[in-house]
Structure formats: structure tokens, C-alpha cells
């Protein structure tokens, strides 16, 4: 017997959302008609899966940031990256342990989709923004994500017409619940159906031990690579690689080489120790050992590459470039007339002018004759009489953009 097999003991499977589980209606619901083809061979989860995978906002993932922000490094991790290997570590663990593959795959995919430019760093400061602008509402990515596939993503149907992507509840709870940290040993999900919408950052778990699995598979994907990249980087002192050291002797039970700690081992040996420890009555559980391991590494993490130095001139750049282009392009609000205050400087400012005008034909009641001209059948989401909405259409602007991009509006802004 291989270890695979070994590992494949299916603890879970009478709680996989499946048509026998009380959550599986629930967990296929949409909040419209998902339109349908003669030919469908696909899941609910598998369309989800593939409407995540066409987006637009899957494809900006290769240049948004993990943790080096704006890298030239072809080998340094990028958000899709992560994304990519969040989900190959989950759909592991799920298939050890008997869940649905197909959900867990659709929520990893999704789950990062709303992170904005430069990170967490980026998140910090499009927060902080918003609470200076009395925003009613905090920005957090999770969130953002859920909005992101909710309200701007969208795809056109077999008639061109550009719709919202209209997920399923299980995946979008999986991608809004993945917030939080993991600080408790042991994940089970909650039975409640709650309005996603309305809920705030970590005030839930998610509703299916397959968001379950991806939350700590979240956490799982950036033990290793982290590691790796700020290697590359040069990052780690020789009492840091001896803290490594020691660290990954302890997780692999050998002896490493000082200066090399493979993180697929790491990650290989907590998965393992997961799978193994894992049961219905104790939830998603690791080793008390392995536990305590993994809360050091993402202490380490932390300290030695998150909050290094070495960034903290780029931290600044990143927050001049958000709030330039917000207050920019703030002051062209007129209410109606803001689209045409906007077309006046489109040979000024050639790149974020265009692109914005473009943003609110599509999400706002500027010029709906022009929308339907386009086939723009999505929600409106602004009203543009409103100053309110018209902020909000900036912050969801700067938050989709990808760290080349918004550098480049913000060369378009100080170039001449």
C-alpha cells in the first residue's frame, strides 16, 4: 500500500456536501437562474470552477502581489501562484478525507480574487482610505472577493450579453469565510445560512468542511514559499537559517542542510499530520506539536520577511501611488456631468481617464444607452447622482488593479 493510500481514509465522507447532505440543496444555490446549454456535463462546483477560470479578475492574479511587491523575479511567487497551490494542497487533504473535490477546487480558485494592488499592504491602506472618507463599510479582500464575483466580474452568455458570474452560496461562503488566521486547533463548520453579504471580517466559519479545508490550505500555501522567495532575496541572516534550520529538522525528523529548507517537505509533512489527526467529533485538527511548529513559522514569517525593512520604501511608494489616482480621480465628480469632465483630459491622461469612463459605463446609470449597446446586462451597482456610489466605483477601480498596471496609471499621472 503507498502512502497516498494510506492517507486516503475518507474520514469525512458522510459530511461532503453531496445530494445526501441536508446542506447539498443549499449549498447549489444561486441568487439568480444560471443559464443553461443543451449539452451540460458539468457539476454546479464545476461551472463555478470554470466561470472563476475565465474571468478577468483570475487573470490579473499573475501580477498582483503575494509578498515582494511588484517583482521582476520570473521565480518569485505571484497571487495566482498562490491561488494555484492553495489549491492543490486542498484538493489533497479533501481527497483524503472523502470531501468534495470539485467545491474545494472552486472556492481555492476564488478565494483570492478580490486582494487589491501591493498585497496586504495595498488592503491596509484602501482601509485606511476609506475610514478617512466615512466610508459605511471596512474593506477586507475576503470581502472584496465575494464582491468581485458578485457585482463587477462578469461573462458573456451565447448571445454576447455580459452577466454577473452568479456562483454558488457554498463557493462564495468558502472564498468570504477564508479570513482569519487559524489560532485554534481544531475547524469544524457552522450550520447557520447567513446573508454573506452582511457579515463581518472572521465573524463566521465557513458552512462546509470543504471551505473548512481550504481556510487552513490558505494558511498551509504560504508556509514553505515564503520562505523560498525571501531567500531568494537574500532576506535571512546565519541566525535566521539556523532558526530555519531547526524548524524544518523538527518538522521532517532529519537533518537538513543549513542554508536549504524545501517547502514542499514542510508542507507535506502538516498535510500528512492533518489528514492523519483529522475526525468528524474533533473537526480539522492537527498534532498539539505540529500545531505550536506551524504558529512559530508564521511568527517567523512574519517578523523576518513580512515586516523586513526591506520593504518599508516600497510600503510608502505603494501608498503614494493608491491615494494619488483616488483623489484624482475624485475631482472629477459632477454628478451627471462626470463623464464629460472625464472625456476632456482623455489626451492628458490617456491610460486611467479612458479606462475609468469605460468602468462606469459598465457598473453605473451614466449612460445606459450606451450599455445596452455594449449588451452590459450586469447589475448597475452606482448611482452616479450620488457621491457615495461614485467613491465606491474609484475604491473598486484602484482594487482590481494589478501592481504593473496601477504603476503605470500613476506614471500616467506624472509624466508630461
Not at 447549489?28 to 443543451?38: D, I, S, T
Not at 451540460?40 to 501580477?63: C, G, P, Q, T
Not at 483529522?278 to 505550536?292: I, M
Request: glycine share 4%.
Amino acid at each position: 500500500m503507498t502512502m497516498y493510500q494510506g492517507l486516503r481514509q475518507e474520514q469525512f465522507k458522510d459530511y461532503a456536501i453531496s445530494p445526501e447532505n441536508e446542506k447539498w440543496e443549499q449549498a447549489n444555490k444561486r441568487n439568480g437562474e444560471l443559464y443553461q446549454r443543451e449539452f451540460e456535463v458539468r457539476s454546479e462546483f464545476e461551472r463555478d470552477y470554470n466561470r472563476i477560470l475565465n474571468s478577468s479578475a483570475y487573470s490579473r492574479l499573475k501580477h498582483k502581489t503575494q509578498v515582494f511587491y511588484a517583482t521582476t523575479n520570473d521565480h518569485v511567487c505571484t497571487r495566482i501562484e498562490h491561488v494555484n497551490i492553495v489549491a492543490s494542497i486542498a484538493k489533497t487533504i479533501a481527497r483524503s478525507l472523502g470531501l468534495n473535490v470539485e467545491l474545494v477546487e472552486a472556492m481555492a480558485f476564488g478565494h483570492d480574487l478580490g486582494h487589491s494592488p501591493f498585497g496586504h499592504h495595498g488592503e491596509r491602506v484602501i482601509a485606511e482610505l476609506m475610514v478617512e472618507e466615512n466610508f459605511p463599510d471596512p474593506f477586507w479582500h475576503e470581502k472584496n472577493s465575494l464582491r468581485m464575483v458578485d457585482y463587477i466580474e462578469t461573462l458573456p452568455n451565447h448571445y454576447g450579453e455580459h452577466l454577473n458570474l452568479n456562483l454558488t452560496y457554498a463557493v462564495r461562503d468558502g472564498m468570504v469565510c477564508h479570513c482569519g488566521e487559524v489560532d485554534e486547533n481544531s475547524l469544524k463548520p457552522r450550520d447557520e445560512i447567513v446573508d454573506l453579504q452582511t457579515m463581518k471580517k472572521g465573524q463566521y466559519m465557513p458552512y462546509t468542511y470543504e471551505g473548512c479545508v481550504v481556510k487552513i490550505s490558505d494558511k498551509l500555501a504560504y508556509i514553505g514559499r515564503d520562505i523560498e522567495d525571501a531567500t531568494r532575496y537574500n532576506m535571512f541572516n546565519k541566525h535566521d537559517y539556523a532558526t530555519l534550520k531547526q524548524i524544518a529538522q523538527t518538522f521532517m525528523k532529519q537533518k537538513v542542510r543549513l542554508k536549504y529548507v524545501n517547502p514542499t517537505s514542510l508542507i507535506y509533512e502538516l498535510v500528512k499530520d492533518l489528514c492523519l489527526n483529522s475526525n468528524p467529533q474533533d473537526g480539522l485538527t492537527f498534532t498539539k506539536e505540529n500545531f505550536e511548529l506551524m504558529t512559530q513559522v508564521k511568527q517567523f514569517i512574519l517578523e523576518k520577511v513580512c515586516m523586513s525593512k526591506r520593504l518599508e520604501p516600497f510600503l510608502a511608494y505603494a501608498n503614494l501611488i493608491i491615494r494619488s489616482i483616488y483623489f484624482f480621480l475624485k475631482s472629477y465628480y459632477d454628478g451627471q456631468n462626470t463623464i464629460n469632465k472625464l472625456k476632456k483630459d482623455t489626451k492628458i491622461y490617456p491610460t486611467i481617464i479612458v479606462d475609468f469612463r469605460k468602468w462606469l459605463i459598465k457598473y453605473s446609470n451614466i449612460d445606459e444607452d450606451l450599455r445596452e449597446l455594449r449588451k452590459y446586462k450586469n447589475k448597475i451597482i452606482y448611482d452616479i447622482n450620488d457621491i457615495k456610489d461614485y467613491k465606491q466605483a474609484i475604491i473598486d477601480f484602484i482594487s482590481c488593479m494589478t501592481d504593473r498596471y496601477i504603476m503605470r496609471v500613476y506614471n500616467d499621472l506624472i509624466t508630461f
